[in-house]
């Protein structure tokens, strides 16, 4: 059964850091990951999708990067901004999307 | 990117009625769509993988005549909390994948917040 980790699971960071959120999963046997953002009450927003065959994938400010075999992804974000202020979540696809619980940002002005 | 519709966005009920919400993929195809559950300051957990012309698929623990699931066309599927009851109030999202698409990306729908009296 797949398991999928998320650390921290809370940040709080001043404007202008730059951060790293991180993932891990349990089966490596999967076709792609990807990193949503949710804000309170709101549906999921795809930021980025990394296939299985991919080491990362970058969007403006967003850096993701996947390691299969060794089960882990991160997701870097450069000058965080206080509009970054959001949950974030992992998921990885195998034969089913399943979600980690989420990091919790909070980019202070 | 691709568009994916629910409604209604929220829901409001008396506990014993059904509800029914709608997942409608705007400008794409989806042989498969996804239900979801999410209850406050907690993930996403996967109630149910639905399929054009068939089916669905209920993850253990749900129950499927409870959440009744149908997925008539390649753009709509549908589920009804039957007989709702206050520990039914949740967050409902839906997904989509792209039939012709070969990414494997998956597009949310805003959710549907049911809150059953």
């Known amino acids: 059964k797949q398991e999928v980790t998320q650390i921290p699971a809370a940040l709080s960071v001043p404007e202008g850091e730059n951060l790293v959120l991180n993932c891990s999963f349990t089966?490596?046997?999967?076709?792609?990951l990807q990193w949503f953002r949710q804000d309170p009450g709101k549906g999921l927003t795809s930021l980025l999708l990394i296939q299985s065959s991919q080491r990362e994938q970058t969007s403006g400010r967003l850096n993701a990067s996947l390691d299969k075999s060794s089960g882990r992804s991160t997701l870097y974000i450069a000058a965080s901004q206080p509009g970054d202020s959001a949950t974030y979540l992992c998921a990885v696809d195998g034969n089913k999307l399943v979600f980690g619980a989420g990091t919790i940002l909070r980019v202070k002005s | 990117g691709a568009v994916v519709s629910q409604h209604p966005s929220w829901v409001i009920c008396k506990s014993g009625t059904s509800v029914k919400i709608e997942c409608r993929s705007l400008d794409f195809q989806a042989t498969t769509m996804f239900w979801y559950r999410q209850f406050p300051k907690q993930s996403l957990m996967l109630m149910a993988t639905s399929n054009e012309g068939s089916k669905a698929t209920y993850e253990q623990g749900v129950e499927k005549d409870k959440f009744l699931i149908n997925h008539a066309s390649l753009t709509l599927s549908t589920l009804t909390v039957t007989s709702a009851h206050p520990e039914d109030s949740s967050f409902y999202i839906c997904s989509a994948r792209e039939a012709r698409a070969n990414t494997g990306e998956l597009f949310f729908g805003e959710g549907s917040r049911l809150t059953v009296l």
């Open positions: 089966d490596s046997a999967i076709y792609n």
